[in-house]
């Protein structure tokens, strides 16, 4: 027998161990000997019971998350002689790592040879994806030293409770007891930040005033909008002798925009989110594109796949949102009367949301709400779907898809919208369903 990758010799119990278990946990798992010297001669130990109860102590102690289940304490006998044998099999919560250390390379070690040797970080953040899937706010945030006072604030007033419990079904802790990336954003050690910066006039050529906030997300908004507010300036105008006061922009518009870059961003990119202040109008840049699936009218309907759905859980149980997807609507209809409309821009990386000032009188350096952006006419798209079907006699979703460049979703909301006006009715069921024309009632002269 020789030391190798799976395999790990001590002549006695040691405290070092652990750092074995470890390696064998985050790689392909192992055996470590107890009573091997590391030539491969046999020494046996003396006290076998005493020295399975600290293993099995120093496992449950000194690793996170629990490897317990993935290791087991034998007694063998090699040459004559008692040798403790522990298996540590590859475990599914990696990356483990020494309680004491955290999860960083002086905490994470895997097996190099015979050797257990610290993980490069870009081999934890590796092991946290493996494990965790492709959500940035289900895996294992790499900080597990995270205080909550601003979160514990705020479910205090809404008179809700926040203890490990709760903490859990909201995935802010998770399966594996440790904390998730859901709770270093909510937590006061968050890592990203949003900045704001003001502007004199309509182009970033000279700055007035700019500010960086950090710590929770719940610390963010609150700051953010506070600043903002702070430009949202009051318009008095006289009709007779009636007063009318008119804000540069309305404060549900602010809200939503706000709340829609925190709630919708895309966390796994560590750029700020960015609210710029100028003389004429508001921009909120978002890192992350639209969801996977969705096109960019889809959203404008009102259709919503979140990105962060824990995060959205916690703001709707604080009720900072109503309800998922009305965000756009709300800014749009907070516009309703007014000449200048809101813009929104979609890249493959990042959402602008442009807020118009409503009592700019200036000449605005950027056009607002551009033709190719604008929600193409719901009357015109079902001519175009009526015309369609008339060619074939009958259309399918998927013709809708194509047709309009729309998603599954938004072609079916289309569809059951027509259904319900009587323009189409449904044929057949499951994959053979499809929509005809409408025969409409002849007219008597």
Do not use: W
């Amino acid at each position: 027998m020789i030391e190798n990758k799976n395999t790990e010799f001590k002549r006695e119990y040691m405290d070092d161990i652990k750092y074995a278990v470890v390696a064998f946990a985050n790689t392909e798992g192992g055996k470590i000997y107890i009573g091997i010297n590391d030539n491969g001669s046999v020494q046996g130990v003396e006290n076998t019971d005493m020295t399975m109860l600290r293993i099995t102590n120093m496992v449950r102690d000194a690793i996170r998350p629990d490897v317990t289940m993935f290791t087991e304490c034998a007694v063998e006998t090699m040459e004559g002689k008692p040798v403790v044998v522990m298996t540590v099999q590859r475990g599914t919560a990696r990356p483990y790592y020494l309680a004491g250390k955290g999860i960083r390379p002086e905490g994470v070690y895997v097996r190099q040879g015979a050797s257990s040797v610290p993980a490069s970080e870009t081999v934890i953040l590796n092991m946290i994806k493996e494990t965790s899937g492709d959500r940035y706010e289900d895996a294992r945030s790499l900080n597990q030293q995270l205080t909550f006072e601003k979160a514990e604030s705020y479910f205090t007033k809404r008179n809700l409770p926040f203890g490990d419990r709760q903490k859990r079904t909201l995935n802010i802790i998770g399966t594996d007891g440790t904390y998730t990336n859901l709770g270093m954003l909510l937590s006061d050690q968050c890592v990203h930040t949003i900045k704001l910066a003001v502007f004199d006039g309509s182009k970033k050529s000279v700055f007035r005033d700019r500010k960086e906030l950090k710590g929770s997300l719940l610390t963010q908004i609150e700051d953010a909008y506070s600043y903002i507010d702070q430009f949202n300036h009051i318009h008095a105008e006289f009709e007779g002798l009636e007063r009318i006061d008119q804000r540069d922009y309305p404060s549900e518009a602010l809200r939503e925009a706000l709340l829609n870059a925190v709630t919708h961003r895309d966390y796994s990119f560590s750029g700020p989110t960015l609210i710029s202040i100028f003389d004429d109008r508001i921009e909120f840049v978002t890192i992350g594109g639209l969801v996977r699936g969705l096109t960019f009218d889809d959203i404008m309907l009102g259709v919503s796949a979140l990105r962060n759905p824990n995060l959205a859980n916690v703001f709707y149980r604080l009720k900072l949102i109503e309800a998922y997807g009305t965000g756009i609507l709300k800014i749009n209809e907070s516009y309703a009367d007014c000449a200048v409309k809101p813009q929104f821009e979609v890249t493959d990386n990042a959402f602008k949301i442009t807020l118009p000032n409503m009592n700019y009188t200036g000449e605005r350096k950027e056009p607002v709400a551009p033709a190719s952006l604008k929600i193409r006419n719901q009357e015109e798209r079902q001519e175009n779907l009526l015309r369609l079907a008339k060619k074939q006699g009958y259309i399918v979703r998927k013709d809708v898809e194509t047709e309009l460049k729309v998603s599954q979703a938004t072609a079916l909301l289309i569809l059951r919208n027509m259904v319900e006006k009587g323009l189409l009715f449904k044929e057949g069921s499951g994959r053979q369903q499809k929509y005809c024309i409408a025969k409409r009632p002849a007219t008597r002269s």
